[in-house]
Structure formats: structure tokens, C-alpha cells
């Protein structure tokens, strides 16, 4: 690295729902001089201003302005799926690291392009796939990979949202996605976490009803079933569709089953339930997320959406520190890694368009 400083550079594209994370995870980082948040970069200036006043970030409406103005060594995408391509390949020329959402594309042809341009630019091209941060799934995949349940058999892994997330959240890009593509990926790559398996062949199905009813042209539920290398098979059952009296925004889990046993993990309802006049009946995962005040009153946030993100400036720090890229190797979510997942999902959402079972694409 040519630039002398030890302490990553930040820059965002992106700061709706989950760009948040992004603005909390790097303001946090700075607070600990463990990086140094940058600028904002948002098409709705509105939001941009809101952001400012809360976070104090600098905010730009193009990105190719931010990366020419701002001397910044990483940047994160979060954006639509179908926009990643876009953005990271830009950011990626322009020689920084990045960081993009899940999944890194909706496209295999998005993937490969992103990964050459990384590879190019000698660059990190890190994924979020969260869910292998969370200290449950870290032990699943920590017990499969020991042969605690022997050879995996079969599973299954569900990821539910309720209705809010495509009607109130993402109405204009739902009908773009898929709750495949917003919520199966995590759990494929879950999947592939702790099987170290590859997808071999998807038949998908699912229904449109509940959001069509409400102008929306999306897919309510998706549902496939996987076959993998190792000889496993796992259905992924993903919706987003669950009633608004729902306990939780998010309703998930998974289940593996071996020659000598299984595991289940419930990654919802872990124990903390509640239920108040004002809000009814909840559970929270509070290893996702939360939010509290430190001895000297200021906001603290944890869990592992924000240790996923802080993860990338850590990465950037060791390489500014004079580490390579070569020493990180398999300590994070590449763009190969990542590509694994898409493979998957293109061919679920093929098997959707034709009602066959698919195989992925090499």
C-alpha cells in the first residue's frame, strides 16, 4: 500500500435501512480509532441531510464524486442487489477495497466481473454474508466440521420477513429481488459454511398472491430444494409475507441431519420474549443487534451485523499495516466465496421461470 496511515478510510454507498449498520459499525470504529468514516454517498439528499445531523458524515448523490474528491481506501456497497455490480466494479477501478452486501451480484457473468476487476486491482472484495458471524452458527459449523453428526444427509433452513420489508421498506425495488435473493442467499451460504459443499442442481417454486394484491409485483414465498456435491440435499424456505402482528421482523433457523446425528438452531427466538400493550408479542435477537449506553453515557452498539461490517476494517487496517493479501486468504467472504451462492440462486430462480429442476452453472 502506497498511502502511510494504519487507520482505513471509509466511504458508503448507500444509507437506507441497512446502510445504517454500515453509518453505526464505522462511527463506533472511529470512536475507538479503529477507522475513520469518511463520506455518505445516497441519491435522496433528504436522507443525506437526516445522516449528516445524526452521524456527522459528509454526503455526495454520485459516487464517482465521492471516490474523486474524498481519499478513501475502502467503501461499502449497499444498495439494491440489482445495482452491486455497478458500484463495486466503479469503486474496484478505482483501486479501493469494498465491501458489498449480499449477494455480491444477481448475476454469475456481475460475479466473475467483480472478481477480475479485484483481482486486477490487487484489491479486497469482501462480502457481508453476516450469518457466520453469529456465534451459534459458528459452533454449528465448527461441530459439523469436527464429524459431530458424521457425513450431512440432508437439512433444512428457513429465513422469513414480515410483510413490512417489501411493503414498506423496498415497495419500489421488491418486485426486482425476491425473497430468495434478499433472504435465501443467507442461508445458502449458511449452508455452504458448514458443509464446505457446492450446489449441484435447484428446483424452486412459489406463489404470488399477498403482494400482487397490493400492486406489488414480487414473489411472495420461494421455496427450493438443493442438491450438493457431497451427495446432501437442503430445502431453503424463504417469504416475506408474514403479518404485521408477527413477534419479529425476522423469523429463521436451521437444521442439519448426519450418519451420527443433527443439530437445530432456532437463530430467532433465543430465550427473550416480551409483550407490551404498545407492541404485543415479541422476541428479539439481541446477538444481531443491540443497542446500549456505555459507563460514560455514549451509544455502544453490538452484536454480529456490526462486527460483519467492522470485520472489513480490520481487513483494510492489516493490509495498510504492510499485511497482503495472501495472508487474508480465507479469513473472509471473497468474491469466489460469494459467487458460490449466486450459482445457487440464478438457478433457483430459473427453476422458478421454468418449473425444472436446474443445474448451476460451473
Known amino acids: 500500500m502506497s498511502k502511510k496511515r494504519s487507520i482505513a478510510r471509509i466511504g458508503i454507498i448507500g444509507g437506507g435501512k441497512f446502510g445504517e449498520m454500515h453509518l453505526r459499525a464505522f462511527t463506533q470504529l472511529e470512536r475507538d480509532g479503529q477507522a475513520k468514516l469518511v463520506a455518505l454517498c445516497d441519491i435522496n439528499e433528504e436522507l443525506l441531510a437526516k445522516r449528516h445531523r445524526e452521524y456527522g458524515v459528509k454526503g455526495y448523490t454520485d459516487y464517482a464524486e465521492m471516490l474523486a474528491k474524498e481519499d478513501l481506501d475502502g467503501v461499502t456497497v449497499v444498495t439494491p442487489d440489482h445495482l452491486h455490480r455497478?458500484?463495486?466494479?466503479?469503486?474496484?477501478?478505482?483501486?479501493?477495497?469494498?465491501?458489498?452486501?449480499?449477494?455480491?451480484?444477481?448475476?454469475?457473468?456481475?460475479?466473475?466481473?467483480?472478481?477480475?476487476?479485484?483481482?486486477?486491482?490487487?484489491?479486497?472484495?469482501?462480502?457481508?454474508?453476516?450469518?457466520?458471524?453469529?456465534?451459534?452458527?459458528?459452533?454449528?459449523?465448527a461441530r459439523v466440521a469436527a464429524g459431530a453428526i458424521g457425513n450431512p444427509l440432508y437439512g433444512y433452513a428457513w429465513m422469513e420477513d414480515r410483510i413490512e420489508v417489501p411493503r414498506d421498506w423496498f415497495p419500489h425495488w421488491a418486485p426486482q429481488s425476491s425473497?430468495?435473493?434478499?433472504?435465501?442467499?443467507?442461508?445458502?451460504?449458511?449452508?455452504?459454511?458448514?458443509t464446505r459443499a457446492k450446489g449441484v442442481s435447484v428446483f424452486a417454486s412459489g406463489a404470488k398472491k399477498k403482494l400482487a394484491s397490493l400492486g406489488i409485483d414480487a414473489w411472495d414465498c420461494v421455496n427450493a430444494r438443493i442438491v450438493f456435491d457431497d451427495g446432501s440435499t437442503f430445502a431453503v424456505d424463504t417469504s416475506w409475507v408474514l403479518p404485521d402482528r408477527f413477534e419479529a421482523v425476522v423469523n429463521q433457523g436451521i437444521r442439519i441431519v448426519g450418519t451420527e446425528g443433527a443439530i437445530e438452531v432456532d437463530s430467532q427466538n433465543r430465550g427473550a420474549e416480551a409483550c407490551t400493550a404498545a407492541e404485543g408479542q415479541q422476541t428479539w435477537n439481541l446477538g444481531f443487534f443491540l443497542e446500549e449506553r456505555d459507563k460514560?453515557?455514549?451509544?455502544?452498539?453490538?452484536?454480529?451485523g456490526i462486527e460483519s461490517i467492522a470485520d472489513f476494517a480490520h481487513n483494510v487496517n492489516f493490509l495498510l499495516r504492510g499485511g497482503s493479501l495472501e495472508q487474508l486468504a480465507g479469513k473472509f467472504v471473497d468474491g469466489r466465496e460469494a459467487r458460490e451462492a449466486t450459482k445457487i440462486a440464478v438457478a433457483a430462480h430459473e427453476s422458478l421461470a421454468t418449473g425444472k429442476l436446474v443445474a448451476c452453472s460451473a
Request: glycine share 8%; with cysteine; hydrophobic share 40%.
Open 86 to 141: 455497478r458500484f463495486v466494479v466503479g469503486c474496484l477501478k478505482a483501486g479501493k477495497h469494498v465491501l458489498v452486501e449480499k449477494p455480491l451480484d444477481v448475476t454469475v457473468e456481475g460475479c466473475d466481473e467483480m472478481i477480475a476487476e479485484a483481482d486486477k486491482a490487487g484489491r479486497i472484495l469482501q462480502v457481508d454474508f453476516h450469518k457466520r458471524f453469529d456465534p451459534y452458527h459458528r459452533q454449528l459449523a
Open 296 to 304: 460514560d453515557g455514549s451509544t455502544r452498539w453490538s452484536g454480529y
Open 179 to 194: 425473497p430468495f435473493w434478499f433472504l435465501g442467499v443467507h442461508m445458502v451460504d449458511l449452508i455452504r459454511f458448514c
